[in-house]
Every structure is written in C-alpha cells, then in structure tokens.
C-alpha cells in the first residue's frame, strides 16, 4: 500500500528516497525558535518580558532584520530568538539567556516543545510553520540586569497590560503553563 501522506522530513528537491513521501520546505517557510518564560522568584505570576531596543543589533540576536522591525508594533516580547543552523533547543536557550539577559548561571526547565500553523502576515504566504520551544525558569529581580537589546525590560503581569504583546507571545506564555 501506498501512503498519500507527506511526513515532516524535508529535502532540497522531491523524491530522493523513491517510494518514500517527503516534502521540500514548507514555501511560506518553517521556523525553530526558543522562548523564555521566566518568572519572578518571589512573584511567581510576574513574567520577565521586554520592549526591543531597535537599536540593538536584533538581526544577530534574534533574527529580526531591520524590515521585520520596522512591521512590528512596540511592544513586550519575551526573551527569543530563532535557533541557529544545526543548533540544539537547550544551546539556543544558554544563548538567549547570555546575549539577550546577561545571565549564565539558572536552571531552566525541559522544553516544552509547540507547533503552529498560520498565513505568514508580512509575506501573505498560506501555511507557514512555527515549531517552538519553551523553557521556563526563576530568577531574583536583582539578578536581572537591562542588556543593550531591551529598551525596557521588566517583570509584569502579562496580560493585565496596556502595552500589548507581540508576535504571538501570549500565545507562548500560555503554551507554557502560566
């Protein structure tokens, strides 16, 4: 028997293996990325979330080009960033924290790990797809220090702003547990 399915095992060019269903990459693309969710160590319902520096190089720190910046609102976002090429979730994570926060010593959680399918609303392209991976921990207040990548950076409660949430974040802090 014969499987119309395509299995999530993408290629360069169609049917390398003959028999064997695989698909190229996704047109509207396919993005890996890590979230951090952390919450305060005293307020356990205050998670740590920032307004980007626009200034700061985000290209290098998250993926975000100049052109992607300008098509985002302000807004709070959690620390993130897309993973590198051939990069685990776990050595995207450190990355995140050390780059983004300046902290290189807490433990984080396993990841828990989401998939989201959506029209791509810059580039209009149907089905793109986002493969995420969260990872949760707690700090101390004081140990959080404002990097150059943040304008604002802050522990709050996320929904209960006024300053909206971008790029689907809330949707992240909910896939987290919180």
């Known amino acids: 028997m014969t499987t119309n399915r395509q299995f999530s095992r993408f290629v360069r060019s169609q049917d390398i293996r003959p028999g064997t269903p695989t698909s190229l990459v996704p047109e509207a693309g396919l993005c890996l990325s890590v ?3 952390l919450t305060e160590e005293s307020e356990p319902n205050k998670v740590l979330m920032g307004i980007i520096n626009r200034e700061a190089p985000w290209e290098d720190l998250g993926a975000l080009s100049p052109t992607l910046l ?3 609102p302000t ?3 959690l ?5 590198l090429v051939y990069e685990s979730p776990f050595q995207a994570s450190k990355r995140v ?3 983004q926060l300046g902290i290189d010593d807490i433990n984080l959680s396993a990841p828990i790990v989401f998939s989201d399918v959506y029209d791509h609303p810059i580039t209009h392209l149907k089905d793109h ?3 995420g991976f969260i990872f949760k921990g707690s700090v101390k207040k004081e140990k959080v220090t404002k990097t150059n990548a943040w304008s604002r950076l802050e ?3 996320p929904f209960e702003q006024t300053i909206p949430i971008i790029r689907s974040h809330g949707d992240v802090i909910k896939y987290s547990g919180l």
């Open 79 to 83: 620390p993130s960033s897309h993973m």
């Open 75 to 77: 807004g709070w976002m």
């Open 35 to 37: 979230f951090l969710v």
């Open 129 to 131: 797809w986002d493969l």
């Open 70 to 72: 300008k098509n985002f």
């Open 97 to 99: 924290l050390h780059e």
């Open 155 to 157: 522990f709050i409660k």
